[in-house]
């Protein structure tokens, strides 16, 4: 069987839910008050994997319909918020789901926009929202700063991969050489209100460096060997270079649109 680059995270969907990030409070309380959102307000959250955004907005009272194609992920999530009545889950891809007579006040979307069908994905969003409604695309970006880590990591992946950035999820910034401001600007139907920004840090020790990069589809899609190779040279770098640490600087963006 073929494997997809947007399904593989349910091969490792465990992991991906330990160690992958959610938002900063900030971020999601801003993005609360620029779509005046209410209690029971009714988000949909697309591509939510294993429930990583749903859960801030259920833990603020918001209810939540998650979309996502991938059973492994799905099931995490169905586990997190078991007997939660404000959580259901859809296993289907947004290309083929259709909201029916259910509508939204807020679409919402976690690393996962650049996955969905570009020729439909803002035609789908404003489908499934109410009069007034808000698409709210999110990103955990890692910031590049210039230090020796970083030039053995450069180093192990120039070696070990082609084409790939030597960094954590979030490294390729934008939407196909895009950024998400800039699409959402030439989108029919959608006007950016704002960007809500917070820089934040996270350090890891190797072992949970490298698990994390284990969870990004274009390190799981290669081969076994050249992933085996480039993980020994980044935990060489890790160890010798930053004593078994590595530090990387984030910065959260929420793009604010608003249906028109």
């Known amino acids: 069987m073929t494997r997809r680059q947007r399904t593989v995270f349910g091969e490792v969907a465990e992991t991906y839910?330990?160690?992958?990030?959610?938002?900063?409070?900030?971020?999601?309380?801003?993005?609360?008050?620029l779509t005046a959102l209410e209690s029971g307000s009714s988000v949909l959250d697309?591509?939510?994997?294993?429930?990583?955004?749903?859960?801030?907005?259920?833990?603020r009272g918001h209810k939540v319909l998650g979309i996502d194609p991938s059973s492994g992920m799905a099931r995490i999530a169905r586990r997190k918020f078991a007997g939660n009545p404000n959580f259901r889950l859809h296993l289907v891809d947004f290309q083929t789901w259709s909201p029916g007579s259910d509508r939204f006040d807020l679409v919402v979307a976690g690393q996962s926009w650049h996955w969905m069908d570009p020729d439909t994905r803002f035609h789908s969003a404003a489908s499934a929202l109410r009069d007034n409604g808000h698409?709210?695309?999110?990103?955990?970006?890692?910031?590049?700063m210039e230090t020796p880590i970083r030039a053995a990591l450069d180093t192990a992946y120039a070696e070990h991969t082609t084409?790939?950035?030597?960094?954590?999820?979030?490294?390729?910034?934008?939407l196909n050489g895009r950024?998400?401001?800039?699409?959402?600007?030439?989108?029919?139907?959608?006007e950016l209100l704002?960007?809500?920004?917070?820089?934040?840090?996270?350090?890891?020790?190797?072992?949970?460096?490298?698990?994390?990069?284990?969870?990004?589809?274009?390190?799981?899609?290669?081969?076994?060997?050249?992933?085996?190779?480039?993980?020994?040279?980044i935990a060489d770098a890790i160890d010798d270079i930053g004593g078994g640490h590595i530090n990387?600087?984030?910065?959260?963006?929420?793009f604010v649109a608003k249906l028109t």
């Open 17 to 33: 839910d330990e160690v992958r990030a959610s938002y900063p409070d900030s971020v999601i309380d801003n993005v609360a008050v």
């Open 135 to 144: 698409l709210v695309l999110f990103w955990n970006t890692a910031n590049q």
């Open 179 to 190: 950024e998400p401001h800039e699409e959402i600007a030439e989108a029919d139907r959608f």
């Open 194 to 233: 704002d960007v809500v920004e917070e820089a934040w840090s996270a350090t890891y020790a190797t072992d949970a460096y490298l698990r994390l990069l284990g969870t990004q589809s274009d390190h799981r899609l290669l081969d076994d060997s050249r992933r085996s190779a480039l993980f020994d040279a």
């Open 163 to 174: 084409d790939m950035p030597a960094g954590p999820p979030g490294s390729k910034t934008g």
């Open 46 to 59: 697309v591509g939510c994997g294993t429930g990583i955004l749903a859960e801030p907005f259920i833990s």
């Open 248 to 254: 990387v600087q984030y910065i959260c963006r929420a």
